[in-house]
């Protein structure tokens, strides 16, 4: 929304948008997208209301507006899959992920407890396919080609890291690209790549729909990635670059990482150190897209450190809590398009 105009005009397109789109809603006619603008009209229509003197100079909000953002914007794309997987449960399928777990594993365990109450949430299921620590690489491939083969599965999905004696196995070329819901086989890498439709890796699309959600346009912007993995820093640069952001990589062998967070209009992380960018490392207005993870004595945290930066950021995104209950719904929103392509 264009923020020069006045906070009264702004709430009332906002009014006029969720009153359009609800009526819609009691139509049964809402898409994704929809879904998406009725919830960030009404987020914006409530803040407004609360006359946070913040809104008076555009995107400045407190952090904690970003524990407000995660749960609708999951919220919205969960509840537009239900209604997609329904039209599919009514041509006789039942959108289905399988999920290679390897070994014993107390996360990864978290984690598929997690899907399979999400997918059981939007009529989707998902099952295990539980193998051996030591599982050789070629039993591996060998179980990946039986998942393809089966009709019932529309996405595969492989716990990772994968284990030590496996570190560097090239996956890649062995997942259906039908049901690469992981975004991760070449095909699917090259095809994000030249911008063409396809499957792209659910952190980097779950990290972009935060930004969406915010309102906050990439276009123009200079956004500094800190991290370069195939799941989440070259892909999310790739998504940036689509947009017409002006992005700039860091990695491990970055010399001077803050003179360059410093830079940053739009800041994404995901290098998966704990509290690698600190207060020093941003300028005042940066929108903090947090999206690692790491198990430390005080509990889970992320690569920002939260509680010094949130007061200079103009948003930033909580971990745990924030990118990822989203790449949840993101990785959900990959195996319903994979269900969909194989019975249209």
Same mark, same amino acid.
């Given at each position: ?93 039942? !959108? ?27 009529? @989707?299921?998902?099952?295990?396919? !539980? ?6 690489? %070629? ?29 560097? @196995?090239?996956? %890649? ?27 792209? !890796?659910? /952190? @980097? ?7 969406? %959600? ?14 370069? %993995? ?6 999310? /640069? ?6 017409? @952001?002006?992005?700039?990589? /860091? ?66 995104? !909580? ?26």
């Amino acid at each position: 929304m264009p923020w020069d105009e006045s906070l009264q005009e702004v709430r009332r397109r906002c009014r006029d948008e969720i009153g359009a789109l609800d009526r819609a809603l009691a139509g049964g006619e809402l898409d994704e997208g929809d879904w998406y603008r009725l919830v960030n009209a009404s987020l914006i229509d409530a803040y407004l209301a609360s006359d946070d003197p913040y809104w008076q100079s555009g995107f400045r909000g407190d952090a904690r507006r970003w524990e407000l953002h995660r749960r609708p914007v999951a919220d919205a794309i969960l509840g537009s899959l239900t209604e997609r997987v329904a039209r599919i449960r009514e041509r006789a399928h039942v !959108p289905h992920l399988a999920f290679v777990m390897i070994g014993e594993s107390p996360p990864a365990e978290v984690y598929i407890h997690r899907l399979e109450r999400l997918g059981a949430r939007v009529g @989707a299921s998902v099952s295990r396919v !539980p193998l051996p620590a030591g599982v050789a690489l %070629s039993d591996l491939e060998r179980t990946l080609g039986d998942l393809n083969a089966d009709e019932v599965v529309d996405g595969i999905l492989v716990q990772m890291p994968l284990p030590d004696h496996l570190t560097g @196995a090239d996956l %890649s070329h062995v997942v259906d690209i039908r049901k690469d819901v992981d975004g991760v086989t070449i095909q699917n890498v090259g095809r994000l790549y030249l911008g063409v439709e396809g499957q792209a !890796p659910p /952190t @980097a699309l779950a990290m972009m729909q935060m930004l969406a %959600s915010a309102g906050v346009e990439a276009t123009g912007r200079h956004a500094v990635v800190v991290g370069r %993995s195939n799941v989440v820093g070259h892909p999310v /640069t790739e998504l940036l670059l689509q947009q017409d @952001a002006t992005v700039t990589v /860091t990695h491990r062998q970055t010399g001077d990482l803050g003179a360059l967070t410093r830079q940053a209009e739009i800041l994404m992380v995901g290098a998966g150190d704990p509290g690698l960018i600190t207060r020093d490392m941003i300028s005042d207005g940066v929108v903090i897209i947090d999206a690692g993870i790491n198990v430390t004595e005080h509990g889970v945290v992320g690569d920002v450190a939260f509680d010094e930066c949130r007061e200079a950021a103009a948003a930033i995104t !909580p971990v745990p809590g924030g990118v990822g209950p989203v790449t949840n719904a993101m990785l959900l929103r990959n195996l319903v398009d994979s269900a969909e392509q194989r019975v249209d």
